[in-house]
């Protein structure tokens, strides 16, 4: 088995004395971790290529005994990287690298409130979001707002319901650019509940609520309305924070597949292909590849089956998992 995983698997596993990924993942389930269960309850249609490098870095951040969840989350990184194929534009954006820095970043107390700025038009953003709210504060000493900000208020309040969110309600007036809360509705009382769920019918109003809950830390959704919403409204308030002497950690979660733009959003057809790539090139402190939800186009850019948002917080999660153990 072990003659067709990457050299650089085989490498990880090397330092750790490991001649394979199942002993690998008997070292995490003696220090009471188990990656794959973490992976399949963040996203459950992941693939197990997940499922490996997940293991592949928990194991790493338990053999490199990780001071804390910061550091793990950096260190989960590698073993994320380990699997990308060579030549590949996963390898060469340095994803798995640039997952475990996001991870990183959130677990520092230097970040206040994490966004993902969304289409509104799929789960992956919340299955992030929730996994990042039930783990991330446990490594914190003052917790990490965790928001959903995207097009439609409709979409919002629906997957507030279905996922337990906050839904919060604005409405933005046009002529003085100011932007009121009309409603806010709590539908759970767990950690779930603390995560603010917004709905805007625009770029403008999307970029205020980025102001309103000063977002230092975001990351794009990439399957519907990435033109239309998300890569504006990240890079219109990475100038204005820029302007403000604020810091802001943008990521971009896909591009480089054909399908990341379907020709309904800019009437242009193939033509449009790589153009949610290309925006996110303009204001994307990182860019990761393939899609914000889809493991197969995630997997098509190569690098593993899962979708950039939940990898999010299954990277929280185990590097937190691992400053525990």
Avoid: W
């Amino acid at each position: 088995m072990n003659n067709q995983l990457p050299e650089h698997v085989l490498n990880l596993l090397n330092e750790m004395d490991l001649s394979s990924l199942e002993q690998a993942y008997q070292y995490c389930i003696e220090r009471n971790i188990d990656p794959k269960t973490t992976v399949m309850e963040t996203q459950p249609i992941a693939f197990e290529s997940a499922v490996n490098a997940y293991t592949l870095g928990t194991a790493l951040a338990l053999f490199r005994h990780s001071k804390n969840a910061e550091q793990a989350a950096t260190i989960i990184g590698e073993g994320l990287q380990a699997f990308t194929k060579i030549g590949s534009v996963a390898e060469q954006r340095q994803v798995g690298i640039g997952h475990g820095d996001l991870a990183a970043r959130l677990l520092n107390e230097k970040s206040q409130c994490f966004a993902f700025l969304a289409g509104h038009e799929s789960f992956a953003a919340a299955e992030g979001a929730i996994k990042i709210a039930l783990n991330v504060n446990q490594s914190r000493s003052t917790p990490l707002k965790v928001i959903l900000n995207g097009l439609g208020k409709d979409a919002a309040y629906l997957i507030s319901r279905i996922n337990g969110f906050t839904y919060v309600r604005t409405q933005f007036n046009y002529d003085t650019n100011e932007l009121v809360e009309v409603e806010r509705k709590r539908f759970s009382k767990g950690p779930r509940g603390d995560i603010l769920c917004y709905g805007a019918d625009d770029v403008r109003e999307g970029v205020a609520i980025m102001h309103r809950e000063q977002v230092d830390v975001s990351i794009t959704g990439n399957s519907t309305n990435p033109t239309r919403f998300q890569h504006p409204v990240a890079g219109i308030y990475k100038m204005e924070r820029n302007n403000q002497g604020l810091p802001y950690f943008s990521v971009a979660s896909g591009g480089g597949t054909g399908r990341t733009l379907h020709p309904d959003n800019v009437a242009a057809g193939p033509a449009s292909y790589g153009m949610t790539d290309t925006m996110g090139r303009m204001h994307a402190d990182a860019q990761f590849a393939g899609s914000s939800s889809v493991p197969a186009h995630v997997a098509m850019m190569g690098f593993i089956g899962m979708g950039n948002n939940p990898m999010v917080g299954a990277t929280v999660a185990l590097a937190v998992a691992v400053s525990q153990a």
